[in-house]
């Protein structure tokens, strides 16, 4: 994680502004032009405002802040899902990850099948899927019940077998949004386990997370997002005890 | 870990359009099968029932249509006639009234995940596609039955008419998926747009009643709706050589060398309309919907 290690994501004074609207149908729109535009028919504010960052590979950065800050308003600029009103995003290599757990994940479908539809989404190609396949059934500890229908899964094999296929697509750049938490506690240690493994083989990882002492475990740095702007930077342990001190 | 230092910086969320489909076609092919899976999910006959529908259909007409009403009279084999216009308007509406659905149908996914979201819209007319080869079926064994036999011209005709339908389905499908995600009411029009489509075809009735009605200026402007030239490639195609006497009348005049390269020219400047629409709007598809 030294200087020279090359960027994977480079943040350049990204803003993003979101629309309130009150209305989704022609006819409203109408009405509200013809009356000469008066009035809101969208409120704006901003969920991201001039926010910047350099992210090297293997680095591990945990994005922190409370609910509504724009933490996951970040990382779906970083996947791509979203793009900046200003600013730019830029990253270097596959970038994937699990930004809500079981999302691609068919209730009607067999394991099997989710897990074939979730990885080719996730970016993986056929050959890879089939070569990884027992990898991910092991890892997520489904067994025999990977031709079951999901919807009769429990959460926590839900949960498994989502992470498991989101860790095995081997991004450059994995993203995490809040999952880490919901794991029963000897699943969440496994994952941690295979998130450093990849972070050691040079994976960056950039998670959101409420749990303060599993961020300062897993993550070298953090960096701090009030009202959509980056309000501290640095190693995870000063910006977790800066947090703590503010919400005294 | 060198490897990656000479990989570029690009800018995440910008795709290249319907190219980005065709790259991603393997994901494509499994979203195609997942629709048709869970379909038939749950049911005892499961794909049978899209061939036992359509036969059902064809004897209906046959016999209700051709010999109750005595259409047999003023167009020779009047079931084929009505039903090959019929199949090929079922996998328009159904394609087009899917793919305008799919983005905000699969908004849980667009919201959370980057991938090319064309693949949607695309994947319903796929899967349309897949819906009508049971028709198709079930109208060459009506077709056979009433002494159809095949010609080169005939065939290139029938599959010339589907690739007109499939692409104007994929543009316009791209055109009012996006619009959706803004004004909803998008999804209402298409449905009205839809119904009307099959009367400004001459699939109940014959293209030269129009002819005969509208002189040539608005004969023209009729046909140069795309639709309309498939539904009269699929009569040339499946029809014209079971009709009897009225095979003359099979195709207005042309048909090939000037209205098949119209339809062909109108649909794909609908697909780049309709790609060009979408990418504009798709930008902020992830916050809208
Ligand atoms: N698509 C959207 N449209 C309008 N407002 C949004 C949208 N997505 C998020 N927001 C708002 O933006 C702010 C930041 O949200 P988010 O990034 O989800 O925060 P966090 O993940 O830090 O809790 C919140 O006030 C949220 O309500
Ligand atoms: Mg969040």
Known sequence: MSEQSPITVEIKGISKQFVLRHTRSIKEALIWFLKGRKGD????????????????????????????????????????????????????????GLIEVGAGFHPDLSGRDNVYLNAAILGMSEAQIKERFDSIVEFAEIGEFIDTEVRFYSSGMYLRLAFSVAVHSDPEVFLVDEILAVGDEPFQKKCLDKIQELVDAGQTLVVVSHDLDLVQRVCSRGILLEHGRVVKDGPSHEVVEFLRARTK | MTSLADTPLVRPGIGQGLKDVFRRRYLLKLL??????????????????????????????????????????????????????????????????????????????????????????????????????PQLVV????????????????????????????????????????????????????EMMLMVATWVSPVMYQWHMVHERLGDFWFGVYQANPVTVA??????????????????????????????????????????????????????????L
């Not at chain 1, 779906?76 to 200003?86: Q, R």
């Open chain 1, 41 to 96: 028919l969208s409120a704006k504010f901003h969920a991201l405002r001039d926010v910047s960052m350099e992210i090297r590979q293997g680095e591990t950065v945990a994005l922190l802040g409370f609910n509504g800050s724009g933490k996951s308003t970040l990382l779906k600029h970083i996947s791509g899902v979203m793009t900046p009103d200003e600013g730019t995003v830029r990253t270097r290599g596959r970038v994937a």
């Open chain 2, 32 to 133: 195609v099968r997942k629709e048709i899976k869970l379909r038939y999910r749950g049911s005892v006959l499961g794909v049978l029932w899209s061939y036992v529908k359509p036969a059902i259909q064809f004897v209906v007409f046959y016999i209700a249509m051709g010999v109750f009403l005595g259409l047999n009279r003023d167009v020779g084999n009047y079931a084929v006639y009505l039903f090959s216009g019929i199949v090929l308007i079922n996998f328009f509406t159904e394609a087009l009234n899917n793919a305008a659905k799919s983005i905000v149908y699969n908004s849980g996914l667009i919201k959370k995940i980057f991938l090319p979201r064309e693949l949607f819209p695309v994947a319903s007319v796929f899967v349309s596609a897949a819906h009508f080869f």
């Open chain 2, 139 to 190: 109208l060459l064994v009506g077709c056979f039955l009433t002494g159809w036999r095949p010609t080169p011209l005939g065939l290139a005709a029938g599959f010339a008419g589907f690739l007109v339908l499939a692409m104007l389905s994929v543009g316009l499908g791209l055109f009012f998926s996006s619009v959706n995600v803004y004004f909803r009411d998008s999804e209402n029009f298409v």
């Open chain 2, 231 to 288: 539904v009269e490639l699929f009569h040339y195609a499946f029809w014209s050589t079971t009709a009897g006497g009225d095979a003359a009348l099979a195709a207005p005049p042309q048909l090939f060398e000037l209205w098949l390269p119209v339809a062909l020219v109108v649909s794909a400047a609908v697909l780049a309309l309709g790609q060009f629409t979408f990418r504009k709007l798709e930008i902020k598809f992830a916050q809208e």
